[in-house]
């Protein structure tokens, strides 16, 4: 069947609400450290592990967070699947010496004719139960219509169009080295070989290994943080995004950020990571308290 063209494929609908076993995952202090030299975060107090960046998130889920998809959609589409979107819920941030607990679940999916989408909710707990962080992932299908739209939607992020004619408050100039995937790859733990291997990658229709998309939204966190959040990961509430073009070892980004209202002691901000006038991040949202 053509790339051009769409795909008939029943979802199956029963396999919603679903949690997966639970995954534990224990916290040291040289895991967080690495975590934040693998994506170049300049806060101090992360680089020597004395709490986590926020995107460091989505290393004690990495085994979870993708399983409710089978529940869901056959395997045979799986090399259609993109991660599309990540929304982090801090409770608290992780801290080193600590167990923690994630469990996900497929809540809703959303058919339509050049792509369906599957939404993943993620819950993180430490070993007292006390939930630390709650995560929305979307996993999107190109090119497959599963004709139907069930259960609940990610909440929305949308990028406040009223700020397209504003300049951002800030543009924080960043760079992919050219070996950032493979210090990402373990401190993250994620092996998929995209990122890791140009032969793979090539043979997959990319010009080369990619940047996994998670280490590019590690990039934006930080630039947030240290700009309009006082480089402290307690304040940060909630941090919203959508995947828009894939990135490259030796690119130069910028992220751009915008003030959009404060109320109930919170800040909210909209950002995009741009790689000159592509926009490889797009409908940023960061939550503050103040």
């Known amino acids: 069947m053509s790339e051009t063209t769409s795909r008939v494929v029943e979802f199956d609908d029963s396999g919603l609400g679903n949690w997966s076993d639970e995954e ?8 967080i450290a690495e975590y934040a030299a693998a994506t170049n975060d300049p806060i101090q107090a992360h680089r020597d592990g004395d709490i ?19 529940d ?5 589409i799986f090399g259609r699947v993109l991660h599309g979107e990540q929304d982090f819920h801090f409770h608290r941030p992780i801290r080193p010496g600590e167990k923690l607990v994630a469990r996900a679940r497929a809540i809703g999916f959303a058919g339509r004719e050049n792509g369906s989408s599957i939404t993943i909710h993620i819950e993180t707990r430490d070993d007292a139960g006390e939930l630390v962080n709650e995560q929305y992932l979307t996993a999107f299908f190109r090119k497959i219509d599963a004709g139907r739209t ?3 939607a990610a909440p929305e992020h949308k990028f406040p169009e009223t700020l397209r004619g504003q300049d951002p408050i800030v543009a924080v100039p960043q760079r992919i080295d050219m070996d950032q995937t493979f210090r ?20 997959a229709g990319l010009p080369g290994i990619i940047v996994h998309g998670l280490c590019t939204i590690a990039f934006a966190s930080w630039a947030v943080l240290t700009e309009v959040g006082g480089s402290d990961v307690h304040r940060l509430k909630r941090f919203a995004v959508r995947m828009a073009k894939m990135v490259f070892p030796g690119d130069d980004l910028q992220t751009r950020i915008w003030r959009v209202k404060s109320e109930n002691g919170v800040t909210t901000y909209a950002f995009e990571t741009v790689r000159g006038e592509d926009v490889v991040l797009s ?6 308290a103040d």
Do not use: C
């Not at 534990?24 to 895991?31: D, G, H, L, N, Y």
């Not at 986590?52 to 089978?70: E, K, R, W, Y």
């Not at 869901?72 to 045979?76: E, F, H, N």
């Not at 401190?187 to 990658?201: F, I, K, N, R, Y």
């Open 150 to 152: 069930v259960g609940e």
């Open 52 to 70: 986590a960046s926020p995107i460091f998130a989505i290393v004690p889920v990495f085994d979870a967070m993708m399983v409710p998809v089978i």
């Open 184 to 203: 990402y790859s373990p401190a993250a733990g994620d092996p998929v070989p995209l990122h890791l291997d140009e032969q793979v990658a090539k043979d």
């Open 283 to 288: 409908d940023g949202l960061a939550e503050i």
């Open 72 to 76: 869901v959609a056959p395997m045979d």
């Open 24 to 31: 534990t995952f224990e916290v040291t202090r040289a895991r």
